[in-house]
């Protein structure tokens, strides 16, 4: 059974910072694209950023870039959000991903494989 487990979300001050891990198991990812997205209370899931298979290829959504760094570890089948600076406007469920793009790393319907998601609360 494939699994996408995310873990690191909790309650963070503004300015603070949080790790997020995303561990899959089931199958190995290595070749896949990663990506990250979040869905905001009473908003619909937007996408935070992604990671080509070899890591030569990140992308951000631009209200996180300089922010937010997407990395991964293939031989954990890992990857992982670290996420500094943060705001209360980044409070949301962050949901991790896989999967194969053809047309937009930053499309959620391009991705086939999604974890439940994990909470991040962000403090003013």
């Known amino acids: 059974q494939v699994q996408l487990v995310e873990s690191g979300g909790g309650l963070v001050q503004a300015g603070g910072s949080l790790r997020l891990s995303c561990a899959a198991s089931g199958r190995t990812f290595r070749t896949y694209v990663r990506a990250w997205f979040r869905q905001a209370p009473g908003k619909e899931r937007e996408f935070v950023g992604a990671i080509t298979w070899s890591g030569g290829s990140t992308y951000y959504a631009d209200s996180v870039k300089g922010r937010f760094t997407i990395a991964r570890d293939n031989s954990k089948n890992t990857v992982y959000l670290q996420m500094n600076s943060l705001k209360p406007e980044d409070t949301a469920v962050y949901y991790c991903?896989?999967?194969?793009?053809?047309?937009?790393?930053?499309?959620?319907?391009?991705?086939?494989?999604w974890g439940q998601g994990t909470q991040v609360t962000v403090s003013s």
């Open positions: 991903t896989a999967g194969l793009p053809k047309a937009s790393v930053t499309s959620e319907s391009e991705y086939d494989f």
